[in-house]
């Protein structure tokens, strides 16, 4: 019952920035938790950010501290991932997910994925 769509992907060189959004749709206490994962070619998805919805709460991958930003537009029903001094190591799909009860970025917690866009940071 929950849908997830990501946008705002794209090529861009390093130290650029992007926004990436998530729209999402469904019942909100089915998405109390949001969050951002990525995934690179060869290499196992990781957590990057997440929020709860409920009570604004973030948290944040070490790795993606202090570069990205996550934050919600409520009355859109979508989030969004601010990634600034963009990295080639950044370089991966996005994906937005989403469960009704989660445990931070634990990615077996999240029952609703989206499609996912990809992002290419070139040196």
């Known amino acids: 019952q929950v849908q997830l769509v990501e946008s705002g992907g794209g090529s861009v060189p390093a130290g650029g920035s992007l926004r990436l959004s998530c729209v999402t749709s469904g019942a909100t206490s089915s998405k109390n938790c949001v969050g951002w994962f990525r995934q690179a070619p060869g290499k196992e998805r990781e957590g990057v950010a997440m929020i709860y919805s409920n009570s604004g709460v973030t948290k944040y991958a070490d790795s993606a501290k202090g570069r990205f930003t996550i934050s919600p537009d409520n009355r859109k029903n979508t989030v969004f991932l601010q990634i600034n001094s963009l990295k080639p190591e950044d370089t991966a799909q996005y994906y937005c997910?989403?469960?009704?009860?989660?445990?931070?970025?634990?990615?077996?917690?999240?029952?609703?994925w989206g499609q996912g866009t990809q992002v290419t940071v070139s040196s």
């Open positions: 997910a989403a469960a009704p009860l989660c445990y931070d970025l634990e990615q077996d917690e999240y029952i609703y």
